[in-house]
Structures are given as C-alpha cells and as structure tokens.
T-cell receptor, first 115, second 116 residues
C-alpha cells in the first residue's frame, strides 16, 4: 500500500511565477491536509479538504493561495505570483475519514525555492 | 491562542541511553496528542498517540506520558539508537464533530542527537 505521494519533490520558481504542488493521498483516504514548514520551524496548518470540498482553510493566506481536491485526481495546492517568502517545505497528509480519531500520514513534501 | 511548545530545542544522548523529550501545550480543550519523528529531508512520521482520557501509552521502545494537570506531554525512547536521530514534534488536535476541522497544531520541535 503506497503512502502519501507528493510531486514534485523540489520546485524552483522565479518571483511572479506560479507554483502547483500535487498530493495523492493513501489508498482509501478521502481527507487531505496541507501544511507549510519554514526552515527550523514546526509545521503550520494551511487547509483541510475532502473530495470536492474545502472543510477548513483558516491557515491559508488570503491572497495568491488556493487548494482543491477534485473528485478524480490528486489534491493541488496552487500559489500564484510567488514571492521569496513562499520558499518553504509544503507537506500533504491524508487520513481515512470518518470516526473521531484520524491519524494523519504525511508525504515526503515539496520543497519550494523562490529565486 | 492555541500553541504547543517544546522545552528543549536540542537533546544529545549516548547510544543505549534512554531519551526523554518534553512538550507543553496550552489548549486544555485538546483531546488527542501525537508524536511525530522527522528525519532530514523527509516528511513527519507518526510514532505514537494518546487520547486525553489516558495518562500513559506504550509502543515499541517508546512511551508517551500525558499530564493534563500541568498540560505536559513527554516522549520516552528506551535504548536510544543512532537511527533515532531526528527532530521530534509533538502535536495536538481538537477532534472535530461532523466534519469539523481536525488540524494538527505542531510545536517547534526538538532535535535528538544520538552519540555513538
């Protein structure tokens, strides 16, 4: 059973470009979470999605950031007009959904570098 | 506001010794706590969890202790090995109802360095 998959693993963008980060949850998981990690810091929650629904986006910056989890295909975290401050590791986690206890399993992350 | 913090940013231990990593949390409404291990260049890896109605839980070589009175969480690693070297995060979650958010709130992490 493959774990959470993320691609690309490394992404380099110039200021003003767009970054698209993909996350495929574990098989059977229908809940996806995105977190951001700045160097030498803990992970910060960004957004929580179920298929075709955004459940909680309280951690998302108000502008330039968006996320989706379509009925088919991976979850996408999109950052428009990137700035240097967006440089970070972005982690996706998934959980089975349902029930009170949902262990979140993390992917390897995408390391975004904005030049 | 909600926060989870760690007392020690770096912990150095000798191989074979026991390690204790501590964590303080501030949200008394949190009812689920998790320890993650993150190796360099990798994503966080689940180690062990504990619900707020428990005060101790054991896994393979690891034990988590929860003291709700002082809002303190600790991770004990027995017979620490070089492969245990990593950053360890505690995280808390307030279980949502009916689809409400289950976001994890992470601390800043403790680097465990195991000396051979």
């Amino acid at each position: 059973n493959a774990g959470v998959m993320q691609n690309p693993r490394h992404l380099v963008r110039r200021r003003g470009q767009e970054a698209r980060l993909r996350c495929s949850p574990m098989k059977g998981h229908s809940h996806v979470y995105w977190y951001r990690q700045l160097p030498e810091e803990g992970l910060k929650f960004m957004v929580y999605l179920q298929k075709e629904n955004i459940i909680d986006e309280s951690g998302m910056p108000k502008e330039r950031f968006s996320a989706e989890f379509p009925k088919e295909g991976p979850s996408i975290l999109r950052i428009q007009q990137v700035v240097r401050g967006d440089s970070a590791a972005y982690f996706c986690a998934s959980s089975p959904g349902g029930g009170r206890r949902e262990t979140q399993y993390f992917g390897p992350g995408t390391r975004l570098l904005v030049l | 506001g909600e926060s989870v913090g760690l007392h020690l940013p770096t912990l150095s231990v000798q191989e074979g010794d026991n390690s204790i990593i501590n964590c303080a949390y501030s949200n008394s409404a949190s009812d689920y706590f998790i320890w993650y291990k993150q190796e360099s260049g990798k994503g966080p890896q689940f180690i062990i969890d504990i619900r707020s109605n428990m005060d101790k839980r054991q896994g393979q070589r690891v034990t988590v202790l929860l003291n709700k009175t002082v809002k303190h969480l600790s991770l004990q690693i027995a017979a620490t090995q070089p492969g245990d070297s990593a950053v360890y995060f505690c995280a808390e979650i307030k279980i949502g109802y009916g689809g409400a958010t289950n976001k994890l709130i992470f601390g800043t992490g403790t680097l465990l360095a195991v000396q051979p």
